[in-house]
């Protein structure tokens, strides 16, 4: 018989909390899982692997992008992302220790569409401030 997990139980073993843990599950990857009614359960084996892949050394998570992927498609620094990040306004992510931040690629369009008509205001505001700032240079 197979040996299942619960989500508190790899939550203990690991040593996070259980939002991060959640949280993780729901941005990045999560192993296998099993549903009995309402509760959710994981078997030992596919907890085992899932944690290898999550070792950093070996974490290419293909379906993220990164702080400087978004960067790039929003036209705007990563300096002023990270403010956005900081001020809430940035989709769901995961920093991982090497600093890194990724972002599910799908939840990155989801928010990019819903947030699109904010975007285009702060590449004005900003756009502004930079003529302003090109101006007094002159």
Known sequence: MKEFLTIDEMSN????????????FETVS??????FGKHIRVTREDFNTWVETCC???????????????????????V???????????PPSTKLSTGEVLVNRSTFYAWWADNTEKLIEI?????NILSKRDDLNE
Do not use: W
């Open 30 to 35: 999560r192993p296998k899982t099993y549903r």
């Open 13 to 24: 073993e690991l040593k996070v909390p259980l939002k991060s843990l959640y949280f993780y």
């Open 123 to 127: 590449h004005k505001t900003s756009n």
């Open 80 to 90: 002023t992302l990270r403010k956005y990040r900081r001020q809430k306004f940035f």
């Open 56 to 78: 950093i050394d070996s974490l290419v998570v293909p379906d993220t992008i990164t702080m400087e992927e978004i960067a790039e498609k929003l036209q705007l620094s990563v």
